[in-house]
């Protein structure tokens, strides 16, 4: 087990590197800027007593994903204002498309907030896995970890949805191993 000092300096190593990201992932999906901070606070709770109870995390950054991507999921299954099927894609992804506000506040650049809308129009089952490739940055194999599925499952759904987002956004040059 590690000591307090290297587990709070991990911690906060991987809060500054990451906190903004999974805010970002939550508050597209949830639209809603408090909802994506309680979410992302109780992600980053749940790294810490991992951290504390002595858990190997192998790669950290997917397991934070991970834990975002379950408890929007899990906040979408409690919410009793509407049927969970209203609320899910094709692959029963819960997913709130971002509005011109949501988008705005994300800070991002202009082509940015083009990719973020035009990615929220890939069809549900790929949209995940090309949002958590082109606009955080993970891998096949870390997104395979973060929606459950294989490295060979993840890579067929980047590729799928980013021939979907070539098609939305008239962009032939988009290249997949940016």
């Known amino acids: 087990m590690m000591n307090?000092?290297?587990m709070s300096s991990r911690f906060t190593a991987r809060y500054e590197a990451d906190a903004d990201s999974v805010f970002r992932f939550c508050f597209?999906?949830?639209?809603?800027?408090?909802?994506?901070?309680?979410?992302?606070?109780?992600?980053?709770?749940r790294f810490w007593r991992s951290l504390s109870g002595g858990e190997d995390?192998?790669?950290?950054?997917?397991?934070?994903f991970t834990v975002a991507h379950r408890l929007v999921i899990d906040w979408y299954r409690r919410k009793k204002a509407a049927r969970l099927e209203d609320?899910?894609?094709a692959d029963g992804e819960p997913y709130d498309p971002p509005d011109e506000k949501?988008?705005?506040s994300l800070g991002l650049e202009a082509e940015g907030r083009f990719l973020a809308d035009a990615i929220?129009?890939?069809?549900?089952?790929n949209r995940h896995a090309v949002y958590l490739r082109f606009i955080e940055g993970l891998s096949p194999p870390e997104i395979g970890e973060v929606l459950g599925i294989s490295t060979g499952a993840?890579?067929?759904?980047?590729?799928?949805?980013?021939?979907?987002?070539k098609k939305i956004t008239g962009y032939d040059d988009i290249d997949e191993h940016e």
């Open 4 to 6: 307090h000092s290297h």
């Open 28 to 45: 597209l999906r949830v639209s809603d800027r408090e909802l994506a901070l309680d979410i992302t606070q109780e992600t980053f709770g």
């Open 57 to 64: 995390i192998a790669n950290e950054r997917a397991f934070l």
């Open 87 to 89: 609320l899910t894609g």
């Open 102 to 104: 949501t988008l705005d």
């Open 120 to 125: 929220s129009k890939i069809d549900g089952s």
């Open 154 to 165: 993840a890579s067929v759904r980047v590729s799928r949805g980013l021939a979907e987002l």
